[in-house]
């Protein structure tokens, strides 16, 4: 895989919930379990995202059960995979679920052959049934114009190999937007798979007519990482200490101007944030050095020795790719040889890992209960409001709908109290004065009044099925850590089956304990106990 990647698409993943050990971000369409098959899943998609890629990427809702969406920059990318026991009646009514827009691209397993339309050998009813609903979608197949006749799925059938062209890039957009396309399906990697990796590059004009709502053309900033480990050292931190007093002193000269003598026009903020900004990446820069981020096939347990074997292995597949005749049986079984040798220090070093991994929660409590934690929010899939047309969209529209919910229409129904507050002001005085106290309130409070969306329940698409958090939270917080000293002082101690907002108290924290007192009552009388749980209300 080129290293310059920025989205891969897999299929058939197997995946039905969770995610995968990598640090490149990820979109999924989970799979169905497979009944009687130990958990296993059957189809799934999954998009990994590069960490370097320069442009914005969200998930749009899934329009059926065999489709990932994604919104990349301002194109719209449909990832299919149509399992072979699909009707062509069925995959037809799956396809024209799915928004063409301008702009599109489909890619994915169609299981469709077209025969002579592109080099394939043979044709099949899926991929006749397909031919109308590509012409009246205007879509055209880059395979035919960038990789014909070249095969996309290999596989044996009576000790025979068998070529055909089934996974497809299919696009609605003009020549004249889609500059220096290239399409290369690699034959001589090794991925244990029948599909080969399919490489789609090109460079993206968008019509000179076109009008982006979306607003997110532009590409987004890496994220910068150090070597904060450094700081640890007197010497790394006595320099970036010296490093930032000597860029950041032409900001405090012009900050300190500003407050003896503030100008008439007031200075932009973002501008000043920026310029702060710039002092602290020059000074980490300067003094404990940029850190580089891991590679995407990255592995804790990945060591030269599982590298050597893993070039050794793709190398011996590339001659047998291109070995003839009786020089096949060779190639094929150094291949296999080498494939084995590969396999076997994967799982030994994976090995390894585990029973490492497993000592260290042994040996320390706090590592248990992160892994645990980490294990349940990996589980759980935080939804979170999209719109086709991009994020700026999906702004947009989450602030209409809460503009509506929160417009004070019934505020003036409300009953209000009759005696006066404790500051001897009536609400009345106050209504009275609404014009002129209400833009002194938001100089005081707007930053805390803004809120954020949190998912609930229901459809994803809809902005009612989110909740506005408003960020006075963070005030009930510092509240809440203001007081709790004084309240832990008088308060009594908690009892050890009790839980509550205390450290070592949390619901997790019980749960271990409720496991540690069920198996000492089993060691005690070698049977399980009954345990009721109680909600009380």
Partial sequence: MPMNTHVLLVTETWLTSGSFPTNWSQFH???????????????????????????SVSQLPSYNAHTLSLKVGTLTVHCVYLPPPLSSDKVLSLLRSLPVTSDTILCGDFNARFGSLLGDTNANPRGTSLLPWLEESSLSILNESLAFGTPTFTTF????????????????????ALLHPQLVVESDLSLGSDHRLMVLTFEYVPPPDDTLGSGNSGGLAPRRQWKLSKLRKKRPLGLLRESFRSSVAPLVGSLSGLVSAPPGVCPDIDALNDSLNQ??????????????????????????????????????????????RFAKVETWNLYQAAHRRFRSLVQAAKRRSWNQFCSDLEKDFSK??????????????????????????????MASHLASVYDGSLLNNASRPTAPQ??????????????????????????????????????VSDPANFRPISLTSVMRKLFEFSLM??????????????????????????????HDLMHDYFLTHHHYPVVAFLDIK
Avoid at 298 to 323: G, P, V
């Fill in 279 to 324: 002092c602290l990446y020059e000074s980490l820069d300067s003094s404990i050095g940029v850190k580089s981020g891991r590679p995407g096939h990255w592995k804790k347990y990945w060591t030269q020795e599982i590298e050597d074997a893993a070039r050794e292995r793709d190398t011996m597949y590339s001659r047998w790719r291109w070995a003839s």
């Fill in 157 to 176: 059938r009576r000790q025979q190999e068998v070529h055909s062209i089934i996974d497809l890039f299919l696009t609605n957009i003009g020549e004249a």
């Fill in 368 to 397: 248990a209960t992160a892994a645990i934690k980490r294990i349940k929010r990996n589980k759980e899939c935080s939804a979170t409001y999209s719109h086709p047309d991009g994020p700026t969209a999906s702004v947009n529209t």
């Fill in 29 to 55: 369409l989970y799979g169905s379990k497979v009944p009687g098959a130990f958990n296993r899943g059957s189809g799934g998609i999954t998009a990994f995202v590069s960490p370097s890629c320069p442009f």
């Fill in 422 to 459: 404790h500051l001897t002001l009536h609400p009345y005085c106050l209504c009275s004065l609404h014009s002129a106290l209400s833009g002194r309130i938001h100089q005081l409070y707007g930053d805390m009044l803004k809120s954020f969306p949190i998912y609930k329940k229901g459809d």
């Fill in 485 to 514: 000293p004084a309240l832990d002082e008088h308060s009594p101690a908690l009892d050890v089956a009790q839980g509550g907002f205390r450290p070592q108290r949390s619901p997790l924290d019980q749960a271990l304990c409720l």
